[in-house]
């Protein structure tokens, strides 16, 4: 039986077991999409619909920030968490935006996600074939019957090349991942190396490499979308009045002025799970901007997580009435 179904039965029997117990209400993990190359996010609520999970390297959405708003906010919830899932809901109790005692946390071993980007390096479209993993190599077919093999390092997220935790830390309960068995091991280059590099450019060709690649942006904020940590009920960006940026996609200094404000905003809350880069339809390597500000924090601040951003129930929103700016 191939490694990803085993690990799908042990999901499915855990979460059968946790609805039928009561435990939970309901539970937030992966189901099939239209895409076969990317899962989707699932939520049920009845046992008898456990046969809809799954999880493989095709999971990429983050589940957590789902538990922030709508219906599930004041409900009892198992939810299927990966290592940077985990971070990111981790980071949520401690912004307060969520009731930690409510959730139920089934952690899952990683061993990373695809990127379609990269596999548009090797396919003309990738979203054509089904994909087969089996530990170290890929099998992509297609309907027609064309097979490519590829190494499962190539195709892998640059983020989960760098995953501080693969394993999420601290969860009620975790499935232990058959296919991680035949994990890859985790590159000590990738994005750091791209930085190291970058830093030792000159500051004229560090400001021609962003703006160069910040120039394609189309300003779509797929990558606002994507992210776990980017989450504030009013986007600065979205404000009418005054408007903070500007609707044409053409002026430079508006890619800019976003860009630059959005890596400030992330940057030491970055849970490091690449949905940006993955959601970038101009494949912008901005990740690299976060990644950089994130390590001259660690040098500054010694490795200290959030060290730009605390909140406490009691703190006043500072442009609300009564606040302080
Ligand atoms: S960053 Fe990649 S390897 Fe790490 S937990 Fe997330 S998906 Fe898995
Ligand atoms: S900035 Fe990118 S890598 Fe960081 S948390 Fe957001 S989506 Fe994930
Ligand atoms: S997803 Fe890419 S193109 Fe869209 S706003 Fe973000 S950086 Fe720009």
């Known amino acids: 039986m191939p490694k990803t179904q085993l690990t799908k039965d042990k999901l499915q029997q855990k979460v059968k077991e946790l609805l039928e117990s009561e435990k939970i209400e309901a539970f937030v993990g992966y189901g099939e ?8 996010p699932l ?26 708003d709508g219906e599930l906010k004041d409900k009892k919830v198992g939810i299927l968490l990966k290592g940077c899932d985990k971070r990111a809901l981790d980071l ?28 548009s390096e090797y396919l003309n479209d990738p979203t054509e074939y089904e994909l087969n993993f089996d530990g170290e190599k890929v099998k992509a077919s297609s309907k027609t019957g064309e097979e490519v093999e590829f190494d499962y390092q190539d195709i892998l997220s640059p983020h989960c090349h760098i995953c501080q935790s693969p394993t999420p830390e601290d969860v009620d309960d975790l499935i232990e991942n058959e296919a991680s068995e035949a994990l890859v091991p985790i590159k000590e280059d990738g994005i750091m190396d791209s930085i190291i590099e970058l830093e030792k450019a000159s500051k004229e060709e560090k400001y ?34 005054p408007r903070f940026l500007d609707k044409s996609t053409e002026e430079s200094a508006q890619h800019q002025y976003y860009h630059i404000l959005r890596a400030f905003h992330v940057a030491d809350r970055c ?36 060290a730009l951003s605390y909140a406490y129930p009691d703190d006043v929103e500072p442009f609300e009435e009564g606040g302080e700016a």
């Open 33 to 40: 999409g239209d895409l076969s190359l990317k899962k989707i």
């Open 43 to 68: 939520v049920i609520t009845r046992p008898e619909d456990v046969s809809k999970l799954t999880f493989d390297q095709t999971s990429t959405p983050l589940l957590s920030r789902y538990l922030l």
């Open 92 to 119: 949520f109790e401690k912004e307060n935006r969520i009731n930690k005692e409510n959730i139920y946390t089934l952690g899952i071993s990683c061993n990373g996600v695809i990127s379609i980007n990269k596999m």
């Open 208 to 241: 021609q490499y962003f703006i160069e690649s910040l120039n394609r942006c189309r300003r779509c904020f797929a990558c606002r979308e994507a992210c776990p940590v980017c989450n504030c009920p009013k986007c600065l960006f979205d404000i009418e009045n």
């Open 271 to 306: 849970v490091g799970c690449g949905e940006c880069e993955r959601a970038c339809p101009e494949e912008i390597p901005f990740y690299l901007l976060h990644e950089k500000i994130k390590k001259d924090i660690d040098e500054m601040f010694g490795e200290k997580e959030d």
